[in-house]
């Protein structure tokens, strides 16, 4: 495993691609309370988020 950098976590799905968005305070707020609930981070609420939404478009 020459070249991988220390620290480097190991993952059959690596997350290669950054997304920024621009979200007002109650929106954040939102996110940020699913987060709690669900105890996932903020990434993960979002990609769970996309993946509802595309499961609707395949109906």
Same mark, same amino acid.
Not at 5 to 29: A, F, H, I, M, S
């Given at each position: 495993?020459?070249? @991988? #950098? #220390?620290?480097? #976590? $190991?993952? %059959?799905?690596?997350? %290669? /691609?950054? $997304? *920024?968005? *621009? @979200?007002?305070?109650? &929106? @954040? =707020? #939102? $996110? %940020?309370? !699913? !987060?709690?609930?669900?105890?996932?981070?903020?990434? =993960?609420?979002?990609?769970?988020?996309?993946?509802? =939404? /595309?499961?609707? &478009?395949?109906?």
């Amino acid at each position: 495993m020459a070249g @991988l #950098k #220390k620290g480097t #976590k $190991l993952t %059959d799905n690596p997350k %290669d /691609y950054v $997304l *920024r968005v *621009r @979200l007002d305070e109650r &929106t @954040l =707020q #939102k $996110l %940020d309370k !699913c !987060c709690e609930e669900s105890g996932m981070n903020r990434s =993960q609420v979002v990609r769970m988020g996309i993946e509802m =939404q /595309y499961a609707k &478009t395949k109906k």
